[in-house]
């Protein structure tokens, strides 16, 4: 039987970087669900977002989450931010996601992290994507905590997050349930 580990969280929150320490460290698979967006696209979220749309973007989104669910390996799975917001999403996590661990960071730590990487970002509210931050995380929120099944602080250093969630993933096959946080 395969294990997985899924990665939910705001933009920033670390799901790539860490999710590749974690992967590395339990021999397993790493899939990011954005890149696989973007190499299936032909192009990067941001220009599909502008070319596309929200809504073309978001039905990739739920193809190629659904398609990485569906695999019968190891692995890590970080998505994307946004992923949640669709309930066909949040049936797949719930039904394939294995162990979801939420990244959760305040907002002036996500924003300092995408102040680092804001070119790569596509605006959501027609704001700046550093701005929106407070906004669209109090909308996401109360999805990622209910999708979860461990809220891990995403506000330290990523080796840090990773052993917290090698840890997790220990304790999970071995029967013991727990939240990080």
Request: net charge positive; hydrophobic share 40%.
């Amino acid at each position: 039987m395969h294990q997985r580990l899924t990665l939910v969280g705001y933009r920033g929150s670390g799901k790539t970087t860490v999710g590749r320490l974690v992967a590395q460290a339990l021999g397993w698979a790493f899939v990011d669900v954005d890149a696989e967006i973007e190499r299936r696209a032909g192009q990067s979220i941001a220009s599909l977002f502008t070319t596309q749309g929200e809504a073309a973007f978001r039905d990739l989104e739920s193809l190629v989450l659904a398609e990485v669910l569906a695999s019968g390996r190891n692995e890590v799975v970080s998505t994307g931010g946004g992923c949640i917001l669709r309930e066909e999403n949040r049936a797949w996590l719930r039904s394939h996601g294995g162990v979801i661990a939420y990244l959760e960071a305040p907002a002036a730590v996500l924003q300092q992290r995408l102040r680092q990487d804001q070119p790569t970002r596509p605006s959501l509210t027609g704001t700046s994507a550093i701005d929106e931050v407070p906004r669209v995380l109090a909308e996401r929120e109360a999805i990622y905590r209910r999708i979860a099944s461990a809220i891990v602080p995403a506000d330290r250093q990523a080796v840090t997050i990773a052993q917290d969630l090698i840890r997790l993933v220990e304790n999970w096959s071995n029967g013991r349930k727990h939240t990080m946080a």
